[in-house]
């Protein structure tokens, strides 16, 4: 209970405050965990309310065929260095990256320079399928989930690109992302994946009714469906998760006027979720070299000269506790005869995760030392940054004197953990009612935007349809 009310004002205080939200996110993560369809009460309630009020039927089954999409320009800043909208690669050390580290080197007398653009585009298809059941004393049963298909694209770009040539490894740090040789963190046109949601399955009791007036209590429990990430590409597509998830919540239907004509109606629903840790695959950078020093060069003790992706060897298991989520969903509903439209605003809000390594220790790898190895004499560069190189001047690496490991004591847990998330959206529906002897449908036709208070997280739209059957 503790737990619950400090999400609540947690909540509260980030929407008057949108400083924590941006905070928290202030550095860029090497993942992004997309809000789940399943749990969000705008797709659940949307020209639902019949689900709960009616008597006359014992089961209904929702069909919802939805669409939805990322938009905006606050996206192209999630993965990027300091959340720019460009990022400068410069051969020179001037820049907010160095081609060096990814094996572009120029030929002599020269140096490389482009600019990276990133602007990140997520689409669903599929649809939303809900279950539900009336039980013997005031009990229900609910069950829903989502097919969907999620496909991510990164939209890679590099341009205004100077070279006379390089003289070895890749011509452009595009070329370099996408390599076989590292096995994680790769940038390669658009990924697809297709699967089940998680399923929420919410058991409801409803201790007071009258003409006006529909209160209702429950528990839920989210069962996962996913396999979690697995770090292969930057943004890669989730689909369902590996977290259970138990909650609680409470929904309100008031019928604030009602005539042969015309109902008015308030709807309200509270949700709380807590989920649990599970195993998942993360990318990390280390905290003495800062951002994107995952794409940096290691090296093994053995051969200080052969260099390889550092994010090979700053990827594995994790402990993943995606913790607490807060749902405050309000609308009103207007009924004429058969037809019916809602008006809606959900806010949500989702805790940062926390993150614990199932790793003990890194053996004998370091940060390679190209100021070294351009001298043939090479060490490490333990407090090496991803904007350095082997150019004289201010923005030179420095070498150590000595061999410098790096340690699992060195690892940068912010950088693999998604941050906390914050959102306000809004909803139109307008729906029609079938009646027949034995059953009654109900289709609509619905429209959601979703608002993220940070800086660098997409805002979302969403349509879908509705088709209920009541019997």
């Not at 400068?88 to 482009?114: H, R």
């Not at 490894?169 to 994946?193: E, H, M, V």
């Not at 609308?331 to 005869?337: E, G, L, R, S």
């Not at 608002?451 to 739209?461: E, H, M, Q, V």
Request: proline fraction near 4%.
């Amino acid at each position: 209970m503790k737990k619950v009310f400090k999400a609540i004002i947690m909540a509260i205080l980030c929407n008057f405050y949108g400083s924590f939200a941006q905070g928290v996110d202030s550095y860029p993560s090497s993942i992004f965990v997309p809000r789940q369809l399943t749990f969000n009460p705008i797709l659940e309630n949307a020209l639902m309310s019949d689900a709960q009020l009616t008597e006359e039927f014992d089961y209904i089954f929702c069909f919802k065929p939805i669409y939805t999409q990322t938009v905006g320009s606050k996206f192209q800043k999630y993965f990027t260095i300091g959340h720019k909208c460009l990022l400068s690669a410069k051969e020179d050390n001037s820049g907010d990256i160095n081609p060096l580290w990814f094996k572009v080197i120029s030929s002599d007398d020269s140096f490389y320079n482009s600019t990276l653009l990133f602007r990140p585009k997520r689409q669903t298809f599929g649809s939303l399928l809900y279950f539900a059941a009336q039980l013997p004393h005031n009990f229900k049963v609910t069950v829903n989930t989502a097919l969907i298909i999620s496909k991510n694209d990164l939209h890679f770009s590099e341009k205004n690109i100077e070279t006379d040539g390089t003289v070895s490894g890749y011509r452009t740090i595009t070329q370099s992302f996408s390599n076989p040789k590292r096995l994680f963190g790769k940038i390669c046109g658009d990924q697809i994946k297709t699967g089940f949601d998680d399923i929420q399955v919410k058991v409801i009791y409803n201790p007071y009714q009258t003409e006006s007036l529909y209160f209702d209590l429950y528990g839920l429990l989210g069962i996962p469906t996913g396999s979690g990430s697995k770090a292969r590409f930057l943004f890669e597509p989730l689909v369902g998760s590996k977290h259970v998830q138990l909650g609680t919540g409470a929904n309100i239907d008031w019928s604030i006027k009602k005539n042969d004509c015309i109902e008015l109606s308030l709807l309200s629903e509270a949700k709380y979720r807590y989920a649990f840790k599970a195993e998942e695959y993360r990318s990390f950078d280390l905290k003495n070299n800062g951002q994107w020093s995952r794409y940096m060069l290691f090296v093994h003790k053995t051969d200080k000269n052969v260099t390889y992706p550092a994010i090979n060897d700053l990827t594995f298991n994790a402990q993943v506790t995606p913790q607490s989520s807060f749902d405050l969903y309000l609308a009103m509903q207007c009924k004429h005869n058969a037809w019916s439209c809602e008006l809606g605003y959900d806010f949500w809000y989702r805790s940062a995760e926390t993150i614990s390594l199932c790793k003990q220790e890194l053996l004998n790898i370091a940060v390679a030392d190209l100021k070294g190895i351009a001298a043939t004499n090479p060490e490490s560069a333990s407090m090496a940054n991803i904007s350095q190189g082997v150019q004289p001047g201010s923005n030179q690496m420095v070498s150590d004197i000595s061999f410098t490991p790096v340690s699992i004591n060195d690892i940068n847990l912010c950088s693999g953990a998604q941050s906390s998330s914050l959102s306000n959206s809004v909803y139109f529906s307008i729906g029609y009612k079938f009646d027949s002897k034995n059953y009654t449908t109900k289709i609509g036709i619905n429209s959601a935007y979703e608002r993220d208070s940070s800086s660098s997280k997409p805002d979302t739209i969403s349509t879908w349809f509705n088709v209920n059957l009541y019997f």
